[in-house]
C-alpha cells in the first residue's frame, strides 16, 4: 500500500510515517496468571508538525459469547469486524521522537526514544530503532505510582507486513521474567 508524506510532517518523521494514521485489528493477550483472550486494538498515531509522533492505543477484551469467528479468507485483515468489544483492558498514550538517523545497506536507520503513559500507574521509556519497516523497542526507564501493579519491563516489535501492522509485546510483570503478553494484526482505518 502507497501512502503520500504531507508536507506538515517534519522531515525527521520520515522514516517512521508510515506509522502515521489510524489502525483496528485484533489479536491475543495472556500472561502468567492472565488467562488468554482475544482482544480488538485499535491505534492512531498522529502528529501536529513537530518532530514527533503521538500515538493512543486502546485494548478491549473481546466477548466470546458475541463475536464471530476469524476467518481471513473471506474477511481480510478486516476480520477483526466479526469481533465484538467487551470491556476496556487498557488504553495508553505515548510519543515517539526520532533522535539519530544513519544509512544503511537496506534502508534508513532511526534510533528511537518513545514515552508511554498509562492510567494504571506506569510511565514508561522506551529506546530503539527503526529500520524500514520494521521498529524493536525495550523500556530503559519504568516508574510506577505506589498503588500500581508490580511492573518492572517491556520490549515491543512493530512491523508493516503485506500493508498491516503487526505487533507483539512482552512484559516483566508480578515478579515473572520477560514473556510474551501481547500481540495484535491491524488494518488500516484512515
Sequence with gaps: ??????????????????????????????????????????????????????STSTLW???????GPVDHETTGAGGHLALVKDV?????????????SARTESATRVEL???CSDPAGFLSLYLGTAEGPRISLATDAVVAAPSAA????AARMYGLVHSELMWVQEIAAF???????????LSRAA
Design 113 to 115: 526514544e518513545v514515552v
Design 61 to 67: 477484551l473481546t466477548d466470546p459469547e458475541l463475536s
Design 175 to 185: 515478579g515473572h521474567p520477560l514473556a510474551s503478553y501481547a500481540s495484535a494484526r
Design 150 to 153: 508490580h511492573f518492572s519491563g
Design 1 to 54: 500500500m502507497a501512502f503520500i508524506l504531507r508536507d506538515d510532517i517534519a522531515p525527521e518523521l520520515y522514516p517512521i510515517s508510515w506509522l502515521v494514521g489510524t489502525w483496528h485489528g485484533y489479536g491475543m493477550l495472556g500472561y502468567q496468571g492472565i488467562p488468554e483472550r482475544t482482544i480488538v486494538n485499535e491505534v492512531t498515531f498522529d502528529h501536529d508538525g513537530g518532530p514527533y509522533l503521538r
Design 88 to 100: 476496556q483492558w487498557s488504553t495508553e498514550t505515548s510519543y515517539w521522537r526520532p533522535v539519530a
